[in-house]
T-cell receptor, first 113, second 110 residues
Framework: SQTIHQWPATLVQPVGSPLSLECTVE??????LYWYRQAAGRGLQLLFY??????ISSEVPQNLSASRPQDRQFILSSKKLLLSDSGFYLC????????????FGDGTRLSIL | QKEVEQNSGPLSVPEGAIASLNCTYS??????FFWYRQYSGKSPELIMF????GDKEDGRFTAQLNKASQYVSLLIRDSQPSDSATYLC??????????FGTGTSLTVIP
């Protein structure tokens, strides 16, 4: 069966520091991968999605970037965090074919001080 | 117009009652429809998906789809306090584009 791993679970970072969040998927190949952010009490905001290695689409302009160095690895990065980057970051995957659901990792709660 | 719209609630039902959650979507090209449950502080968990018009039942949950009206619903029978959560409706359009609603908060009162 497929599983998705996302770490760390919580992170506290000072303003201006760098960020790296990692997500890996097991038990499938060539998945579509997604990064979302969810502010407290709000809906999901799609940040990036990827249909293959090195293929990244950005949905919103921000100081974040994403990379997919391997088929089942998705990384969210920032060079300098802003206070507004606080939130709940979720990685998700879906099969690369058909109209099938997304499955989410456990998320990373990021607090910027 | 939002891609997916849900009533934010909160929706309160007594224990044992039927909870009815509704969702509308704007694009008739949407192909598949999903319901996720999200407990406070946790990630969304898939509970139901439906592709064809009509009803799909899984235990206490029933998903209903009406493509002509662009309407999806989730019924929860015999609601339990453990069903208290935010329920997210999502649609998948061609090109594997997912759109989520902002969620409906459900509280089941013991």
């Amino acid at each position: 069966s497929q599983t998705i791993h996302q770490w760390p679970a919580t992170l506290v970072q000072p303003v201006g520091s760098p960020l790296s969040l990692e997500c890996t998927v097991e038990g499938t190949s060539n998945p579509n991968l997604y990064w979302y952010r969810q502010a407290a009490g709000r809906g999901l905001q799609l940040l990036f999605y990827s249909v293959g290695i090195g293929q990244i689409s950005s949905e919103v302009p921000q100081n974040l970037s994403a990379s997919r160095p391997q088929d089942r690895q998705f990384i969210l990065s920032s060079k300098k965090l802003l206070l507004s980057d606080s939130g709940f970051y979720l990685c998700a995957w879906s099969p690369g074919h058909g109209y099938q659901p997304q499955h989410f990792g456990d998320g990373t709660r990021l607090s910027i001080l | 117009q939002k891609e997916v719209e849900q009533n934010s609630g909160p929706l309160s039902v007594p224990e044992g009652a039927i909870a009815s959650l509704n969702c509308t979507y704007s694009d008739r090209g949407s192909q598949s429809f999903f319901w996720y449950r999200q407990y406070s502080g946790k990630s969304p968990e898939l509970i139901m998906f439906i592709y064809s018009n009509g009803d799909k039942e899984d235990g206490r949950f029933t998903a209903q789809l009406n493509k002509a009206s662009q309407y999806v619903s989730l019924l929860i029978r015999d609601s339990q306090p453990s069903d208290s959560a935010t329920y997210l409706c999502a649609v998948n359009r061609p090109g594997n584009q997912f759109y989520f609603g902002t969620g409906t908060s459900l509280t089941v009162i013991p």
